[in-house]
């Protein structure tokens, strides 16, 4: 089982960006997924989650702007970023609970996000 984070890149601040994070591998579902980024320095920041039936969470630091959404028949997920400030510069990981025989939670490689002014 993998987690492949992608779609990050180098972006104006007011932009936008979509990540997407896909479970490959033999994966019977993936339960609740969530985005989390971290900056060098700090610790790594829950930004929104979405459970297997849906229910979204959304950090108060990005409530407005992101919003996640999932593809369970792909094993997809994805963090819409909108109106993008260079303080969401960050590397992005996912993260998914796994059901099926590897079952565990995994993590995505990352991918980063820069957000100049």
């Known amino acids: 089982v993998q987690l492949q984070a992608s779609g990050g890149g180098l972006v104006q601040a007011g932009g936008s960006l979509r990540l997407s994070c896909t479970g490959t591998g033999v994966i019977l579902s993936m339960n609740t997924v969530g985005w989390y980024r971290q900056v060098p320095g700090n610790q790594r920041e829950l930004v929104a989650d979405?459970?297997?039936?849906?229910?979204?969470n959304v950090a108060d630091s990005v409530k407005g702007r992101f919003s996640i959404a999932r593809d369970s028949a792909k094993n997809m997920v994805y963090l819409q970023m909108d109106s993008l400030q260079p303080e969401d510069t960050a590397v992005y990981y996912c993260?998914?609970?796994?059901?099926?025989?590897?079952?565990?939670?995994?993590w995505g490689q990352g991918t980063l996000v820069t957000v100049s002014s």
């Open positions: 993260n998914a609970d796994v059901r099926g025989p590897f079952p565990g939670t995994y």
């Open positions: 979405i459970t297997s039936g849906g229910i979204t």
